[in-house]
């Protein structure tokens, strides 16, 4: 199995940035596909970005343009790079991984547990 724990999540100003860090476990991470999902209070978990095996990438228009997505496998890590954050960013941050190179919004069967992200304006 594979098991994952973010890292990097904390408090900043509206327009600030953060990078967030996974550290994944495993002999096969590079045959998976990452990404990066986020729960606000009352709200649903919600997709933020993702990155396959191979590399491609897929953001979520909510954080368009201000959000990016990178792995290092030799690390066995994957990285969230925030920029312009602003309130609405504010969130749980959770890693997670699925075997297969085809970036999805869901069927994620590894999670880590999660760093919060809070903006402030």
């Known amino acids: 199995q594979v098991q994952l724990v973010e890292s990097g999540g904390g408090l900043v100003q509206a327009g600030g940035s953060l990078r967030l860090s996974c550290a994944a476990s495993?002999?096969?991470?590079?045959?998976?596909?990452m990404a990066w999902f986020r729960q606000a209070p009352g709200k649903e978990r919600e997709f933020v970005a993702g990155?396959?095996?191979?590399?491609?990438?897929v953001s979520a228009v909510s954080v368009k343009g201000r959000c990016t997505i990178s792995r290092d496998n030799a690390k066995n890590a994957v990285y969230l790079q925030m920029n312009s954050l602003k309130p609405g960013d504010t969130a749980v941050y959770y890693c997670?991984?699925?075997?297969?190179?085809?970036?999805?919004?869901?069927?994620?069967?590894?999670w880590g547990q999660g760093t919060q992200v809070t903006v402030s304006s």
């Open positions: 997670a991984a699925r075997l297969g190179a085809t970036i999805a919004t869901v069927d994620y069967p590894y």
């Open positions: 495993g002999r096969t991470f590079s045959t998976y596909t």
């Open positions: 990155i396959g095996s191979g590399g491609n990438t």
